[in-house]
C-alpha cells in the first residue's frame, strides 16, 4: 500500500531500525524491490527522480505498492530546484527531498521551509539535507567537510517543518575511495538534540555495521542505490548467456536486485517491521522465476 514518508519514517525512528531506501527507477527494480520488501514483511522507501517520463514511472511504482500489503513510500531524490520539486509532487510521488545542502543556511532553511508547506498541503512528506554529503570518489575531503552540527540540526527542524533530515556525518554519494568513517559520536549528538528522523545518503559500501550502528542513533532511512545496481551489474557479468540462455539475462539481474535489498532490510533491521497486514505479494510472482517465450 502506497503511505507517506513520514509514516513509515517515524515509526523506523521510535522502534529504532532503519528502512532501506532503495531505486525505483524502472519497471525491472521498482517489481523486485517490492517483491523483496513483501517477502521480508518490510516497509520500503523507492527513490525516483524526475528523467525520462516520471509520471509514467511513478504509476508503475504506485501500481505495485498498492497491490502489497506493506507500505511503500515513494521518494524524489536530491530534487535540487523548486519546480523539480512541484513536479514531483503532480506526478504522484509521496516524498519529496528537497536538497539545498550547497546553499548558506538561511537560503537552505528558507526555501526548504516554503516547499514543506506545499507538500504538506498535497499530503506529501519533505526531506531536506543540512550539511552536506558528497562524493566516494572525493572521500578524502568530502568525507570530513561540511558535517552536519547538532544545534544547528535542531534549529533547522524547528524552522523549516521538514519531516525527515539528511545529516553529513562521514558517509559519501556512490563508490567509495578510501575507508568510510562515521563519525558516530556526532550522529548520537544530532540525535540527542533533535529527536526526529535521521537519514542516512551514502549507505553504499559504508559498512553494514556502521549502517547498523547509525540505525541505533536516529538514522529512520539509508539511501542504497549504488550496491544495489552493481548487484544486477556483477549478475549480468557473471553469467553464460549464450545461445538460448540469453532469455535469462533480466531474470538473472532481477534476482540480483531482490537478493541486495532482501539483504539490506536485514542489515537496517526493518525485517518483519511492516506495518498493517501480514505481507501478501500480489504483483504477479517472481520475475526471475519465470520462463521466458
Same mark, same amino acid.
Given at each position: 500500500?502506497?503511505?507517506?514518508?513520514?509514516?513509515? @519514517?517515524? +515509526? *523506523?525512528?521510535? +522502534?529504532?531500525?532503519?528502512?532501506?531506501? @532503495?531505486?525505483?527507477?524502472?519497471?525491472? =527494480?521498482?517489481?523486485?524491490?517490492?517483491?523483496?520488501?513483501?517477502?521480508?514483511?518490510?516497509?520500503?522507501?523507492?527513490?525516483?527522480?524526475?528523467?525520462?517520463?516520471?509520471? #509514467?514511472?511513478?504509476?508503475?511504482?504506485?501500481?505495485?505498492?498498492?497491490?502489497?500489503?506493506?507500505?511503500?513510500?515513494?521518494?524524489?531524490? +536530491?530534487?535540487?530546484?523548486?519546480?523539480?520539486?512541484?513536479?514531483?509532487?503532480?506526478?504522484?510521488?509521496?516524498?519529496?527531498?528537497?536538497?539545498?545542502? =550547497?546553499?548558506?543556511?538561511?537560503?537552505?532553511?528558507?526555501?526548504?521551509?516554503?516547499?514543506?508547506?506545499?507538500?504538506?498541503?498535497?499530503?506529501?512528506?519533505?526531506?531536506?539535507?543540512?550539511?552536506?554529503?558528497?562524493? /566516494?570518489?572525493?572521500?578524502?575531503? !568530502?568525507?570530513?567537510?561540511?558535517?552536519?552540527?547538532?544545534?544547528?540540526?535542531?534549529? #533547522?527542524?524547528?524552522?523549516?517543518? =521538514?519531516?525527515?533530515?539528511?545529516?553529513?556525518?562521514?558517509?559519501?554519494?556512490?563508490?567509495?575511495?578510501?575507508?568510510?568513517?562515521?563519525? #558516530?559520536?556526532?550522529?548520537?549528538?544530532?540525535?540527542?538534540?533533535?529527536?526526529?528522523?535521521?537519514?542516512?545518503? /551514502?549507505?553504499?559500501?559504508?559498512?553494514?555495521?556502521?549502517?547498523?550502528?547509525?540505525?541505533?542513533?536516529?538514522?529512520?532511512?539509508?539511501?542504497?542505490?549504488?550496491?544495489?545496481?552493481?548487484?544486477?551489474? $556483477?549478475?549480468?557479468? *557473471?553469467?553464460?548467456?549464450?545461445?538460448?540462455?540469453?532469455? /535469462?539475462?533480466?531474470?538473472?539481474? #532481477?534476482?540480483?536486485?531482490?537478493?541486495?535489498?532482501?539483504?539490506?532490510?536485514?542489515?537496517?533491521?526493518?525485517?518483519?517491521?511492516? $506495518?498493517?497486514?501480514?505481507?501478501? *505479494?500480489?504483483?504477479?510472482?517472481?520475475?526471475?522465476?519465470? !520462463?521466458?517465450?
Amino acid at each position: 500500500m502506497l503511505i507517506p514518508m513520514k509514516t513509515i @519514517l517515524d +515509526h *523506523a525512528y521510535r +522502534h529504532k531500525y532503519g528502512v532501506p531506501a @532503495l531505486p525505483g527507477f524502472n519497471e525491472m =527494480t521498482i517489481r523486485a524491490c517490492i517483491e523483496a520488501a513483501a517477502e521480508a514483511n518490510s516497509p520500503l522507501i523507492l527513490l525516483t527522480h524526475n528523467h525520462g517520463d516520471p509520471a #509514467f514511472t511513478n504509476s508503475i511504482a504506485r501500481t505495485f505498492a498498492n497491490q502489497v500489503d506493506i507500505g511503500v513510500a515513494i521518494c524524489l531524490d +536530491h530534487s535540487p530546484t523548486f519546480a523539480d520539486c512541484v513536479m514531483g509532487i503532480r506526478n504522484g510521488v509521496t516524498a519529496i527531498m528537497a536538497d539545498r545542502s =550547497t546553499l548558506p543556511y538561511e537560503e537552505n532553511a528558507t526555501q526548504v521551509k516554503a516547499l514543506a508547506d506545499i507538500a504538506h498541503a498535497a499530503g506529501v512528506s519533505i526531506e531536506a539535507e543540512l550539511g552536506h554529503v558528497g562524493s /566516494g570518489l572525493n572521500y578524502a575531503k !568530502d568525507g570530513t567537510s561540511a558535517l552536519t552540527e547538532p544545534d544547528a540540526a535542531k534549529r #533547522f527542524f524547528e524552522e523549516t517543518g =521538514t519531516d525527515a533530515l539528511a545529516v553529513a556525518v562521514g558517509t559519501a554519494h556512490g563508490v567509495y575511495v578510501g575507508t568510510p568513517k562515521l563519525d #558516530f559520536e556526532r550522529l548520537a549528538d544530532i540525535d540527542a538534540a533533535c529527536g526526529r528522523p535521521l537519514v542516512l545518503h /551514502g549507505g553504499s559500501g559504508s559498512g553494514d555495521e556502521n549502517i547498523r550502528r547509525a540505525c541505533s542513533l536516529g538514522v529512520a532511512k539509508v539511501n542504497i542505490v549504488t550496491d544495489v545496481l552493481a548487484a544486477a551489474y $556483477q549478475a549480468a557479468l *557473471a553469467g553464460d548467456f549464450t545461445g538460448n540462455a540469453i532469455h /535469462g539475462f533480466y531474470p538473472a539481474m #532481477f534476482k540480483a536486485i531482490r537478493d541486495s535489498a532482501l539483504r539490506m532490510f536485514a542489515v537496517t533491521g526493518s525485517v518483519g517491521m511492516a $506495518q498493517g497486514n501480514q505481507s501478501r *505479494a500480489l504483483i504477479g510472482g517472481d520475475l526471475a522465476s519465470k !520462463d521466458e517465450s
